[in-house]
Every structure is written in C-alpha cells, then in structure tokens.
C-alpha cells in the first residue's frame, strides 16, 4: 500500500530537549515536503527536499534541521524545541516528473504528528 | 512568482452544489490546477487536477476557463460529510496556505 509514515503521533516534550520526527514514503519519490499547521495559520511549509541531498527552507524553517540521505526518509529534526513549536506537524511526498513542478503529481500526506513542548 | 488566492470561508446547505474558486496569478505554462481537502487532525487528501476546460471524478468537478487565471471545485449535492478545509495549492513548491473552510449545514 503506498504511503507516508509519520512518528511518533503523538509526543509531549520539554523545552530544549532534541527530538527527531521521521518520516518514510514506500513509492520512491522524489519530492517530500514537512508542514506545520495551526488554527486560523493554514498549511504552513517549513522545508522541502526535491531529492537526495536537495534540501531547502520552505516559509518558516527558524528552530527546524531536515536531512534527506535516503530518497525514502525526510526526518524533521528540532535541536532545542521550545512552546512556539507545539504545533501539529505533516510530512508529504510526491513524484518529481522532469520538467514538472512537486505539486502536478497527487501529493500523499502522513497521519500528522502532533507536538507539544512545555 | 505564481500565487493562488481562494476565499476564507464558506457556508451551504445539505444537498445544494458547491462552487469554490481560486484565482492563480502568474501560473505558469507547465503548471496544473490542483485541489485537496483536509479533515480536521488528518493530511489534506488529492481530490481532483486539470490543465484547463472541464475534469469530473466520483468526488467533484474542476472547471479551468481558456486563461487558466482561475478555476472553480464544484461539489454537486453537499452532505454534512464534506464539511472540511479545501485548497489550491501553488505548485512550484506545494504551499497550501489557509484554504477554505467549508461547512455544510443540515
């Protein structure tokens, strides 16, 4: 079954404490994106990988790491999370035709993980 | 630089036909129109794309005029089920934005 799997679904954390959010698509794609949505702020995108080794900031990367060594992995690293990060977080992934942008292919999204730091 | 701009909100009633349109400015040649819905607590899910004039699937239409500066997701026959946040999203990175929130009155 093609999909996305965020973990975990659910962490509470303190404040400073690294933590790391995987995330892992089983169809070999290219792109993959990481997203933090909160109430009334939308779809917010935090930084987006066209490939292995191709990484870049999305809209709000301050206080966030990615890496992309593995064309299936796309982890969310946060070095020192503080409250401003609680949030609930999305991973995507979506094939990268040549010529085409990420978004003319469908884009499969992870279960979210919803993050808490105090 | 593309940008797609769709309303905040939207009310309706059970059983009527829905129509939410974006405007997409400076989209590009090589771009299709793209629409996705998200549950609350859940990923936003594909529903339907084009390049231009008329697509329909089991779950909506998608109507793109020859200029390709809009398009138009139409939901025939609404339930309170469709109730959920919809999105165009710009391409070139896949942003989302805020969407437009739909809610579907009994």
């Known amino acids: 079954e093609a999909q996305v799997t965020q973990n975990p679904r659910y962490l509470i954390t303190v404040t400073g404490k690294k933590l790391t959010v995987t995330c892992s698509q089983n169809m070999n794609h290219e792109y993959m994106s990481w997203y933090r949505q909160d109430p009334g702020l939308g779809l917010r995108q935090i930084y987006y990988?066209?490939?292995?080794?191709?990484?870049d900031k999305g809209d709000v990367p301050e206080g966030y790491k990615v890496s992309r060594k593995e064309k299936r992995n796309f982890p969310l690293i946060l070095e020192s999370p503080s409250p401003n990060q609680t949030s609930l977080y999305f991973c995507?992934?979506?094939?990268?035709?040549?010529?085409?942008?990420?978004?003319?292919?469908?884009?499969?999204f992870g279960q979210g993980t919803r993050l808490t730091v105090v | 630089l593309a940008k797609t701009t769709q309303p905040i909100s939207m009310d309706s009633y059970e059983g009527q036909e829905v129509n939410i349109t974006c405007s997409h400015n400076n989209i590009a040649t090589n771009d299709y129109i793209t629409w996705y819905q998200q549950f609350p607590s859940q990923g936003p899910r594909f529903i339907i794309q084009?390049?231009?004039t008329k697509v329909t699937n089991e779950v909506a239409s998608l109507f793109i005029p020859a200029d390709r500066k809009s398009s138009t997701l139409s939901l025939p026959r609404v339930s309170l089920s469709d109730t959920a946040v919809y999105y165009c999203?710009?391409?070139?990175?896949?942003?989302f934005g805020t969407g437009t929130r739909l809610t579907i009155i009994p």
């Open positions: 084009g390049y231009k």
């Open positions: 995507a992934s979506s094939l990268l035709r040549q010529g085409a942008l990420p978004g003319n292919t469908e884009a499969f």
């Open positions: 990988s066209m490939n292995v080794e191709a990484t």
């Open positions: 999203p710009r391409n070139e990175k896949l942003t």
